[in-house]
Antibody
């Protein structure tokens, strides 16, 4: 059974750096074709894709956010970490990770973690 | 950058057919994926690569893609189909989501 779970702070202050961890099970990110991606959703708004890392350590970022994002993986721990710098209240959202394959769909999602940016 | 356009809302009578469109420039040449999201829940993949259903997704859900429009069709709509639906494509090594469509079953 494939599962993903997001963890991180529920509250961050403006200008701080957010660090989120996606811990997964049921698949290996060292397997060819496997990827993990991050998506966020502000309250009441649409899904927004953030970043993706693949089994070969290739990384892909949202064009509008790429200067603020870093994605990395620890294959031995089955974890993917996303950092987002210079947080702002508009970054308040539920942040989710999902399993993916390059060019394909996000077939399994975590439940997401709500992050509020406020002083 | 590539944009996907969805209607904000679609209403369908119980037992009837709902069609949710996703517009994009020559989207017919892309693989389109569809997600269902119910309030307070994570999105669920309902159609991948235009017209394929993951295991566990009812046959009532189908998809098509041609020209500048991809379509998710929900046949024999049920109350449990009320949700937000998002289309998604890959474009130049980035991912694009549509703005989402709220489906209401009357």
């Amino acid at each position: 059974q494939v599962t993903l779970r997001e963890s991180g702070p529920a509250l961050v202050k403006p200008t701080q750096t957010l660090t989120l961890t996606c811990t997964f099970s049921g698949f290996s990110l060292s397997t060819s074709g496997m990827c993990v991606t991050w998506i966020r959703q502000p309250p009441g708004k649409a899904l927004e894709w953030l970043a993706l890392i693949d089994w070969d350590d290739d990384k892909y970022y949202s064009t509008s956010l790429k200067t603020r994002l870093t994605i990395s993986k620890d294959t031995s721990k089955n974890q993917v970490v996303l950092t987002m710098t210079n947080m702002d209240p508009v970054d308040t959202a539920t942040y989710s990770c999902a399993r993916a394959s390059p060019g394909s769909a996000f077939d399994i999602w975590g439940q997401g973690t709500m992050v509020t940016v406020s002083s | 950058s590539y944009e996907l356009t969805q209607p904000l809302s679609v209403s369908v009578a119980l037992g009837q057919t709902a069609r949710i469109t996703c517009g994009g420039n020559n989207i017919g040449s892309e693989n389109v994926h569809w997600y269902q999201q119910k309030p307070g829940q994570a999105p669920v993949l309902v159609i991948y690569r235009d017209s394929n259903r993951p295991s566990g997704i009812p046959e009532r859900f189908s998809g098509s893609n041609s020209g500048n429009t991809a379509t998710l069709t929900i046949s024999r709509a049920q109350a449990g189909d009320e949700a937000d639906y998002y289309c998604q494509v890959w474009d130049s090594s980035t991912v694009v989501f549509g703005g989402g469509t709220k489906v209401t079953v009357l």
